[in-house]
């Protein structure tokens, strides 16, 4: 199984700064990397797909980088919605993984 | 619009069996994959099942494979998740989501259903 690594767990940010969150696959998987929002008590939200690629109506302060073992999800100018928990994923192969998540939090 | 709702969910002994149900509207059923993805309570994701357009492909989480059987019906636009012999750990809210592909990533996600398993 490919294990999904995310650091850090958690971050205290204030509004405007610029917030990188890095996830760590235990083996090369191309670009099949998507990175998901949630809020608390609130649906995963897809924000990116194919490590870079932006879905549709999602703000473009997000962006994806990275391929083969190590992602980055950034976040420029942090709004105060954007406070929330993000998790990474590959779809490389089954069975499907998740990161442990990345809490971001109000400084 | 894209919507996905999950039902059945509910409070069950150890061992015992439950069924969910996820109705989709908004799109072209037929032509999507469709997925299981949990949540244990205040942990994270953990993908559960999925099933390609026409049920060609399907595939299980190592820690359900055997004890739950994932299905769609087309004609009625839903999947279904058969879950036996639950054990407390299979406790989470159970989410329905959209994949354009199988095993792929999940575009649209449904409010999920609970499961508790508990004596």
């Known amino acids: 199984d490919i294990q999904m690594t995310q650091s850090p767990s958690s971050l205290s940010a204030s509004v405007g700064d610029r917030v990188t969150i890095t996830c760590r696959a235990s083996?090369?998987?191309?670009?099949?990397l998507n990175w998901y929002q949630q809020k608390p008590g609130e649906v995963p939200e897809l924000l990116i797909y194919?490590?870079?690629s932006l879905q549709g109506g999602v703000p473009s302060r997000f962006s994806g980088s990275g391929s083969g073992t190590d992602f980055t999800l950034t976040i420029n100018t942090l709004q105060p919605e954007d406070f929330a928990t993000y998790y990474c994923?590959?779809?490389?192969?089954?069975?499907?993984?998740f990161g442990g998540g990345t809490k971001v939090e109000i400084k | 619009e894209v919507q996905l709702v999950e039902s059945g969910g509910g409070l069950v002994n150890p061992g015992e069996s439950l069924r969910l149900s996820c109705a989709a509207s908004?799109?072209?059923?037929?032509?999507?994959?469709l997925n299981w993805v949990r949540q244990a309570p205040g942990k994270g994701l953990e993908w559960v099942s999925s099933?390609?357009?026409?049920?060609?492909?399907?595939y299980y989480a190592d820690s359900v494979k055997g004890r739950f059987t994932i299905s769609r019906d087309d004609a009625k636009n839903s999947i279904y998740l058969q879950m036996n012999s639950l054990r407390a750990d299979d406790t989470a809210v159970y989410f329905c989501?959209?994949?354009?592909?199988?095993?792929?990533?999940?575009?649209?996600w449904g409010q999920g259903s609970l499961v508790t398993v508990s004596s």
């Open positions: 989501a959209r994949g354009e592909a199988v095993a792929g990533r999940f575009d649209y």
């Open positions: 908004g799109f072209t059923f037929s032509t999507y994959s």
């Open positions: 099933i390609s357009t026409s049920s060609t492909y399907i």
């Open positions: 083996q090369r998987i191309s670009t099949f």
């Open positions: 194919g490590a870079s």
């Open positions: 994923q590959q779809s490389y192969s089954t069975p499907l993984t």
